[in-house]
């Protein structure tokens, strides 16, 4: 598996400094402690019921110091119950509009690299592996899912923490958009005619039409078929917001592009699930895999393939790593199989053309 891969250094639009601070909360003790910190500094202060007014009369610097401390002074849970709006509009409309759209003192903190975490992300370096997936029938390979990695501060990190980070500040969405149309544009130059699946997080599509369409972009421009695109969705996604799944699914199906049910695990309410969103694809998880051994996983699994086959769809069993595991996976019915029996997750080895940074 060969070709270029790119780098993205992706552009988080850090806010700057500011010199207006208008804070809202309905915890009665935050706001005044915020109030005496600010007061202390020098900051013009302005109260009405819920709501803080700071101003910096000298040009934003000293509100900079002020998040800082409240960075180190006030609790997770405190921070996650203000909201903030910087330098307001004077306009009524305008200045209820931010209000109504203002981020958490939590989400500010993180977006301004004040939280350790946050600055790390901010100069990480993203790019996608690829991990193929097998015919535990042929043998042969058939797809490859993408997954992010990063390098933070020096060393590599997993797609798990990149999102973590870029929860705090409010920027999952946008990750997650910049993750999959990365593994779209890195595979087209070695995919041939296998799958490639994508990791997708359906509460980052807020409106599938104008979310997806850079995406669709992407694909286009790669020259990849839409019908070689596997979205995967994770299980426990699905469960929060079923009526939305199933519309941003909808619209996947509507570009050619098929969808797969990712880490469907024991239990069976998987069964239902299943049912429901009938995905072209169900992914086993790890965790049901590994205990196929028993009977009330197996079973389970079981279930879950004669259903998905049921539906026309096929079934992946996911952290195969012996033969022992794809013959259990292969006894249960599964179709394709994943894991480190097969390959390790690699990034393909770039050819001779420069690194193309993105920002």
Known sequence: MTGPVDSVRPSWETPRSARRLLLASTLTHVLPSISRVAGAMGLRIGTAPGLLDVVDDEGGRRIDRLLQRLARELTSAETEAVRVTTDPPADGVALATRLLTAPTLAVELARRGITV????????????????????????????????????????????????????????????????????????????????????????????????????????????????????????????????????????????????????????????????????????????????????????????????????????AEGVESELMADQARAVGADLGQGWLFGHPVRPEPESEPELVLV
């Open 117 to 316: 975490e946050m600055g790390l992300l901010t100069g990480a370096e993203l790019w996608p592996v690829y991990q193929p997936i097998m015919s535990l029938t042929s043998g042969g390979m058939v797809g490859h899912e993408a997954l992010l990695r990063g390098r933070v501060d020096g060393r590599e990190v997993g797609g798990g923490d990149l999102f973590f980070l870029a929860e705090r500040a409010g920027w999952a969405d946008r990750l997650d958009r910049l993750a999959r149309e990365a593994a779209i544009r890195n595979a087209a130059g070695w995919l041939g005619g296998a799958d490639l699946y994508v990791n997708s997080d359906p509460a980052a599509v807020h409106r599938p039409s104008v979310c997806l369409a850079s995406t669709e972009r992407a694909v286009h421009e790669a020259g990849i078929d839409p019908r070689q695109l596997v979205f995967e969705v994770v299980a426990s996604h699905a469960v929060t917001d079923r009526e939305h799944l199933l519309s941003v699914l909808e619209h996947h199906r509507s570009l050619g592009w098929r969808v797969a049910l990712d880490d469907v695990g024991v239990g069976w309410s998987s069964l239902a699930l299943v049912s429901v969103v009938r995905p072209d694809v169900v992914k086993l998880s790890k965790a049901l895999v590994a205990r196929l051994h028993e009977p009330g996983p197996n079973a389970i699994a079981r279930a879950l393939t004669e259903l998905t086959h049921l539906h026309g769809g096929t079934v992946v």
